[in-house]
């Protein structure tokens, strides 16, 4: 089974009419991973699996752009018929749970264990699901996050989730088939660096020697042909805007 990766929204701070926030559907070696559950992914991942077919899903960081859907997820198994076969593994910021449970004013976790097993993310976290493996590295914004390298089939798809340029993104990507990349800000602004320009996104992907370099999380100072045309100048490989429902084969 090839290795696909599914954009089920790429906007950035807030979703759009038609553009849910941060999220993706990676399929490869007979399992399903949902990687960031951003505002209106839910619903988009409902387009392309069945959600109770899940074999994962996977945080990188506790921003709203990227796990508030876990709330809508909740509901849908929990409450809409959407019977999970066993409590779904949530690769995630040891915080997930306590957030999540927040959101409903509970101060406990108990009650989500039925839906989701919470399992916490650190440095060279490593998860195994059929032949797709996961590796987790830590990398550099305001909050505890991650990128993600995902391998099957002998191909390779990383992702950098929300980061400053730092060598963990490098090396998460390096010799990758496919590097899916945030590029949010036009500039850094003095003393504070927690995004990547499209600079630093092909800056990135050349020094990390990758193959194909697909831009996504561009933030409202941007536009996407424009993030993508500056990262291309710099990486000189292909290039192209992550775009939703689109699937690609890694």
């Known amino acids: 089974m090839s290795l696909t990766l599914t954009v089920l929204g790429t906007a950035s701070p807030h979703p759009g ?24 992914t839910f619903a988009e991942l409902q387009r392309h699996t069945d959600p109770t077919r899940l074999s994962a899903i996977w945080i990188s960081h506790l921003h709203a752009d990227h796990y508030a859907d ?24 040891r ?12 101060p406990d976790t108990d009650f989500l264990s039925g839906v ?39 191909r390779t798809l990383a992702y950098s989730g929300d980061t400053r340029s730092c060598p963990a993104l490098v090396e998460l990507a390096r010799d990758s088939d496919l590097l899916l ?15 990547l320009t499209p600079e630093d996104t092909g800056g990135a992907a050349r020094t990390a020697r990758a193959r194909r370099l697909l831009v996504t999380h561009v933030g409202p100072t941007l536009t996407p042909a424009d993030a993508t045309a500056r990262a291309a100048s710099v990486f000189g490989g292909p290039t192209s805007a992550a775009r939703v429902g689109e699937t690609y084969t890694v």
């Open 17 to 40: 009419p038609d553009t849910p926030c941060s999220g993706h559907l990676v399929r490869g070696g007979g399992a399903e991973v949902w990687v960031d559950a951003g505002t209106g």
């Open 70 to 93: 876990l709330t809508a997820a909740f509901y849908g198994f929990a409450y809409g018929g959407l019977t999970l076969p066993a409590p779904i593994p949530v690769y995630a910021p």
């Open 95 to 106: 915080d997930c749970a306590p957030r999540l449970a927040g959101f409903f004013g509970r």
């Open 116 to 154: 989701f097993d919470f399992r916490p993310l650190y440095d060279q976290h490593v998860a195994r699901h059929g032949d797709l493996t996961l590796v987790s590295r830590s990398v550099v914004h305001d909050v505890e996050a991650y990128g993600l390298r995902a391998e099957s089939g002998g």
């Open 181 to 195: 990349c945030e590029a949010d800000i036009d500039a850094h602004r003095d003393g504070e660096q927690v995004h």
